[in-house]
């Protein structure tokens, strides 16, 4: 996905974005091209994959939530700062939290915030099930099965705030015996399944809240 391909799909998820957005997302890829030499964030490296697999699908959560309405954001084991970097970008009225567990990724997400000179946006080292506060929207990208995540995250969730599970392809992780178990406690929303353009890979969005 070129950066003109990528402008003319986020424009279908209804992200009209600005040439000063657009400079500091090609920043971000700079920097993180640069720290993935030092520590291992991501195995995908060339730019245009970039675009597709990391920062448009950062940007696929915006089918299921307006985020020009919503006002704090979690992104749990957020890695390489996917998909809240990207987000915040996008997105300057969320107030963001970063969670991760690796100490050398939340130092990287630091300099990234203070490069692109982001406001609002906090790196929190810390497991998710340790952190205490809560949020509007609780997201997690590629992140455990989901079962093991309802455990780490819905505390986080407010009562009237959503999980948004970011994953790919989800027919044999959640079953109906799966779905079953999740509704005893929680209320399943929606499963938004649909495919990356260009490369036609799986993604889902798994939208869950509190009873």
């Known amino acids: 996905m070129t950066e003109q391909e990528f402008i003319e799909s986020i424009k279908e998820l209804g992200i009209e974005p600005t040439e000063y957005e657009l400079n500091k997302l090609n920043k971000f890829y700079e920097l993180l ?10 195995r995908i490296t060339d730019k245009n994959e970039v675009y597709l697999k990391h920062f448009y699908d950062s940007l696929t959560i915006s089918k299921e939530v307006d985020l020009t309405k919503v ?14 970097i990207v987000l915040k970008i996008f997105y300057p009225n969320l107030k963001i939290t970063l969670i991760d567990s690796l100490l050398k990724r939340i130092k990287y997400l630091n300099i990234i915030i203070n490069e692109l000179n982001l406001q ?23 992140v455990a ?39 005893k406690k929680y209320k399943l ?11 036609k ?8 809240k509190k009873k």
Not at 71 to 84: I, R
Not at 120 to 142: M, P
């Open 33 to 42: 091209i640069e720290w993935n030499q030092k520590i291992n964030l991501t």
């Open 71 to 84: 006002n704090t954001l979690c992104d749990v084991g957020t890695g390489a700062g996917f998909p809240g």
């Open 120 to 142: 609002e946006i906090k790196a929190i080292h810390i497991r998710a099930e340790d952190f205490k506060d809560t949020f509007d929207i609780v997201t997690a990208r590629a």
């Open 145 to 183: 099965n989901i079962e093991k995540l309802l455990k780490y995250t819905m505390h986080l969730v407010k009562n009237d705030g959503k999980l948004i599970a970011m994953k790919g392809n989800i027919e044999e992780e959640i079953t109906e015996e799966v779905r079953k178990r999740i509704d």
């Open 189 to 199: 929303i929606k499963i938004n399944k649909f495919y990356l353009p260009k490369e």
């Open 201 to 208: 890979s799986h993604r889902s969005l798994i939208i869950i």
